[in-house]
């Protein structure tokens, strides 16, 4: 099935920045999106024009998380974090934000929100 409301992106550390970013500006190709600890701090004051500037559908699904332990050391990406979640939701997308605890930024800890992601985004 090809069509927008079957298409999803995935990714995590930059890979959740793409897909915030794909799900933003490609938003009638990707109707749902999860970013998985994504790198915020690369650009921050970027992505928040990118999603303030988005045209994104109020059917879209953008799942995004951080893990506990890696917020500290990257502060720039929880103000952006939740900036990021509350422009998404002034556009009425539909947005899940979970800080996992314990979680950090590796591929052991995103492979456990897995299910998570898939659930919220009905996959």
Excluded at 16 to 25: E, I
Excluded at 59 to 76: A, N, R, T
Aim: charged share 20%.
């Amino acid at each position: 099935l090809t069509d927008r409301e079957h298409t999803s992106i995935a990714g995590s550390s930059m890979g959740g920045l793409m897909s915030l970013y794909a799900v933003c500006d490609y938003n009638h190709i990707f109707q749902k999106a999860a970013c998985i600890s994504p790198s915020f701090w690369i650009a921050k004051d970027k992505i928040l024009d990118i999603v303030a500037n988005s045209n994104i559908s109020h059917d879209s699904s953008v799942y995004i998380d951080y893990g506990s332990l890696e917020l500290p050391d990257h502060m720039e990406s929880s103000e952006a974090l939740f900036a990021v979640a509350r422009l998404l939701l002034t556009q009425r997308a539909r947005v899940a934000l979970k800080i996992v605890p314990g979680g950090a930024h590796n591929e052991s800890s995103w492979e456990k929100q897995i299910p998570l992601f898939m659930d919220y985004l009905g996959l």
